[in-house]
């Protein structure tokens, strides 16, 4: 990543490479089910995610105020995974339970 990308680029870079690095893991065989990998994956980005939003400790400061508290943060953590995974194109399989079979 480099500091004149774009914020939407700075985004694509961190998500191609992290999708780069669970490839590597679920390759190198040492993973016993990708799953795992993953699991592991989104347990570091939640970390990185929460510690990235922390309050600056100034109680009016608005660039803080959305997520100024741990419920707060959990709630846009929240919205924030679930508009990611409705977009994902792996939301839905056709494997899925609720798919109609003719």
């Not at 592991?40 to 939640?46: S, Y």
């Not at 995610?49 to 419920?71: I, K, N, T």
């Not at 792996?90 to 079979?101: C, E, K, L, Q, R």
């Amino acid at each position: 990543m480099n500091e004149n990308d774009s914020p939407e680029e700075s985004y694509n870079n961190a998500a191609r490479r992290l999708i780069d690095l669970a490839n590597r893991l679920a390759e190198d065989g040492d993973a016993v089910d990708t799953g795992d990998v993953a699991d592991g994956l989104l347990a570091g980005a939640v970390h990185f995610w929460l510690y990235s939003r922390q309050p600056c400790g100034d109680v009016r400061c608005e660039e803080c105020s959305p997520f100024s508290d741990a419920e707060s943060r959990l709630a846009m953590l929240h919205e924030l995974v679930d508009e990611l995974a409705r977009d994902s194109e792996y939301f839905h399989a056709s494997t899925d339970t609720t798919v109609g079979h003719a």
